[in-house]
C-alpha cells in the first residue's frame, strides 16, 4: 500500500512538472499610480565643510566664498576683507524627494552634489539648509555628514586615481521634514488609477477584476484611469488596502525597442513576422599597396629610378549564407532563433528588423531610442 501511495505521489509531480505554465500577473498597485499619492521634488542650496584639501578653490568658486562670509557673519565673525583661502568647503546643491503621507518631524535621505571645481565631499558635512518646494515654501532642512562610496587620489606628478563620483554624495536620513504637504485621502469619494503602461486591454481587465468582487465600483474611463469608487459602508483607506493587492494580467502592444548607440534589441512577447525571406553576408573589399623600384637599363642615356606603386584589388563576399524562410505568423522564439542561426551580430540584426519593417512583415512598433 505504502509502495502505491509513493508511486502516485511520484506521478502526480511529474504533470505537475510538465503542466503549462499559468499566465503571468500582476498585483494592481504595481502597476499603477494611485491620485494624489506622489512624491514631491526639494532642492537647496548649501555648503559642505570639513574637506581634506578638495574643496573649491574659493578664487575659482565666487559664490563659495560669498556663502562662507555670510554664514560666518550670521555667527558673528566678520571675514569681508580677509583674503580666505581655504579648500576645505564646497558649494553644493541639496536635493530629496518628500514622500507622499510624510509627518513633520519625520527623516528622509538627501542627495549631494558639489557645484563649483571640488575634488571630493568624502567625509564633509552639510550645514543646516533648508528644502524648498516648487511654490518656494521650506518644507525640510538638512544637514549631516556626507557619504560618497567612492575614492580619489592623486599624485604629486599629477596622476589621479578615481572610483565612482566623489563629487556626489548622500546623507542618509539627513533630512527632517518640518511642513506637512496636506491631503485628506480617506474623504476622497472617487479615486483615479493611473497606469504606468496605458492600455485599453489592461484598463479593462483592472475594471473587471474590481467589479467582480465589488460590483458597481470601478469604471475604466480611458486605456490610462481607472476611476473606483468604495461600496457602501467602506471607507476608502480599508477599500484601496484590498483591491491594490488584486492580480491582474496585464496585455502590451507588439514593441521592438533597439538602442542603436549600445547595439541593444529588446522585443516582446506579441511580435509577429509575416512570411519573409531573410539573407545577411558581408563584403569585404581589400586594397594593397606594394612599392616597387623602377630604373632604366644599364648604360641608358635616358630616364631616372623612380618608385611605382603596385595595386592589389581582391573582393572577398561571405559564401554558405542561404536565405532564411520565417513562416507566416511566426513568434518571438522563432524571430530569433531564425537570426542566431544566420550568425548575425546585433548591429545587423538592428538593419534586418528595420528591413523587415520596411518590407511590411513585422507586425509590432519599432521604437529607436
Known sequence: MR????????????????????????????????????????????????????????????????????????????????????????????????????????????????????????????????????????????????????????????????????????????????????????????????????DFTTAHRVADVINAKWPGSALAENPTIVAVKPPAGQDMMGFITLAENLAVEPDSPAKVVIDEVAGVIVMGENVRISTVAIQQGNLTITVRETPAVSQPPAFARVGNTAVVPQSDVSVDEEKGKQFLTIKSGASLATLVAGLNALGVTPRDMISILQTIKAAGALQAEIEVL
Open 3 to 198: 509502495q502505491l501511495l509513493v508511486s502516485l505521489l511520484a506521478a502526480l509531480a511529474s504533470l505537475a512538472l510538465v503542466a503549462e505554465p499559468a499566465a503571468a500577473k500582476s498585483r494592481i498597485k504595481d502597476i499603477v499610480d494611485f491620485e494624489g499619492v506622489r512624491d514631491n521634488p526639494l532642492v537647496g542650496y548649501g555648503i559642505v565643510v570639513g574637506l581634506n584639501g578638495t574643496g573649491d578653490a574659493l578664487r575659482n568658486a565666487p559664490m563659495t566664498k560669498q556663502s562662507l562670509e555670510a554664514m560666518l557673519e550670521r555667527l558673528g565673525v566678520n571675514t569681508r576683507d580677509a583674503n580666505l583661502n581655504t579648500k576645505n568647503v564646497a558649494a553644493v546643491m541639496v536635493t530629496a524627494k518628500l514622500p507622499a503621507f510624510a509627518a513633520a518631524g519625520a527623516h528622509m535621505d538627501v542627495n549631494v552634489s558639489a557645484m563649483g571645481d571640488a575634488k571630493s565631499l568624502l567625509g564633509g558635512t552639510l550645514i543646516v539648509t533648508p528644502l524648498l518646494g516648487a511654490d518656494g515654501q521650506t518644507y525640510a532642512v538638512a544637514q549631516g555628514t556626507v557619504q560618497t562610496g567612492s575614492i580619489s587620489a592623486s599624485g604629486a606628478s599629477g596622476s589621479t586615481v578615481s572610483k565612482g563620483v566623489p563629487t556626489a554624495g548622500r546623507i542618509a536620513g539627513g533630512a527632517v521634514i518640518e511642513r506637512e504637504v496636506a491631503f485628506n485621502f480617506d474623504s476622497m469619494p472617487i479615486l483615479r488609477m493611473t497606469l504606468h503602461n496605458p
